[in-house]
């Protein structure tokens, strides 16, 4: 910037001149760029290769020299100007940022300067995927240089520096310093929870376990269950207690509570000497293995199914598996926010490239680990605002730290993964779509065609998920030949699924016509409010078989119980 300054003041006024001095330059630029036309070569008397740039440049141009327009405005009016509107941005919603005209001009600018980067990115002349992937980094970029990010960009932390005599950047620094140990942001304040006492505390035993998963049966709460159990498959991205969080957040407990006896895997975080697993080692050392358990525990030839998120992408598989070997150990299957068809997977699928897995699959291929906090990254930086910068603001700059949040503590508790089973199922879901072709994929040596898995089927979906965007949910009822009932809940990937009927919020849509598109499905559902909770158990009993007395004690003579649940797996950080 070519002047320093201790006073903020000041230091405010030289950025302010040195982005107007910047904007002064691109607006030169495009007016050369456009007055530099070749004349009478315009994108309507001239077809070719070069007519989209030459339109989007003249388009570029324009937005250039809006944007100038829009600076010099600000700039002639810094000082001595009414105050602007409230911000619909919450990042902005205090009152100095409208109030005290400096930090005002800086937040219309920064606005302002985003809009034009967002502009230019949809008059580029690149394809729909290449606009994605450069959508995405923009707004990485975007989110990033927010000035509620610096602090003396940022009103809030500087008057709360004032007022509490720089304590508040003395308890940041403890903050920051915390978290580099940690190695992640705090999104949680984590002292609130302990694994295995106000989360993942549900009542069982561990009644098997290999070096891949342990099977956790939990104790019945009611005198009689249900014939056939339940056996949910969680993701392997994250510990299994998603499903079993603090008591008003319980669905194993509620699945329990309704009459269920619950069997649940628990991966295991995969380490370096695991790290040659395969997909195929997850569908028959995981999935198969804990249906035969169950299966062997409580007697009966059949068990019902239930996956959450990738979780449910391996039950699918696994079920077409067993179709294709003519062997049926399911009665019904429920998939929680679920992709079977990856046609649309939304920005996560869009940054997915053939250039990108074969990266992966030179170095992880053969065998290694994928990071679990590599993965939880960029779930986050799809929603890097939120759940990146804000934590940023709120802890480094004004020493608050994070509130308790279980949802987020959970999510902070990563797994790792074994690179040739990952390297799979990136290149056969986000990369090739391969699941949904009959025939294509071959899973533990046989052709998998999921249209052969004939079972009633419960599939939910959110409808604000970012990553399992719900239409694209819907596409399994076309893919899944038997008797399907599609339910879509309100919020999000992980808020809309785990939403107890006790705490009587939010709503959901069921009843609608599967045979229309999603749209079309939605038009003809009914919307009740309340957890959809309810619906799902009333659907699951018919397949549940009659009543029996309830299983005690846990496990039987040939898997005896190994030690209480929550068990060792979920207990190893990544």
Known sequence: MGRESNDPAQFLNNLFESWQDLMRQFAQMGASGTANAA?????ETKAGPGADFIAASRKLAELQQG?????????????????SAPSEDKRFSAEAWASDPRFDVLKRTYISYSDFLKNAVETSPMDDKGKVQLRFAISQFIDAMSPTNFLATNPEALQLAQETG???????????????AKGRISMSDESAFEVGRNVAATEGEVVFENDLIQLIQYTPKTAQVYERPLVMIPPCINKFYILDLQQENLFVRYAVEQGHTVFLVSW??????????????????????????????????????????VGGTLLSSTLAVLAAKA??????????????????TGELGNLVS???VKAREATLGRGGVLEGKELALVFSMLRSSDLIWQYVANSYLKGKSAPAFDMLYWNADSANLPGPMYCWYIRNTYLENNLKKPGKTIQCG???????????AFLYASRDDHIVPWVSAYAATQLLTGDNVFALGASGHIAGVINAPA??????????????????WLETAQTIPGSWWTAWSEWLAPDAGGKVPARTPLGNEKYRPIEPALGRYVRQKA
């Open 67 to 83: 944007y100038f327009k829009q600076m010099t405005d600000y700039m002639t009016q810094t000082f001595g100007v009414a105050a």
């Open 354 to 356: 053939e250039e990108s």
């Open 446 to 456: 046989v052709p998998v065609d999921l249209g052969k898995i004939n079972l009633p």
């Open 166 to 180: 720089g304590q508040s950047l003395v308890e940041g620094m403890n903050l920051y310093f915390q978290d580099l």
């Open 327 to 344: 062997k049926q150990k399911a009665a019904s299957m429920t998939l929680f926010t679920t992709l079977l068809d990856f046609t649309d």
């Open 39 to 43: 004349p009478g070569r315009t994108a």
């Open 268 to 309: 295991r975080s995969i380490t370096p000497e695991l790290g040659h697993l395969t997909w195929d080692d997850y569908i028959t050392t995981g999935v198969i293995k804990a249906l035969d358990v169950a299966r062997e525990i409580t007697g009966v030839k059949k068990v019902n199914t239930l996956g959450f998120c």
């Open 503 to 520: 705490k009587k919020k939010r709503n959901y849509w069921i009843g609608g016509k599967l045979d229309r598109e999603a749209a079309g």
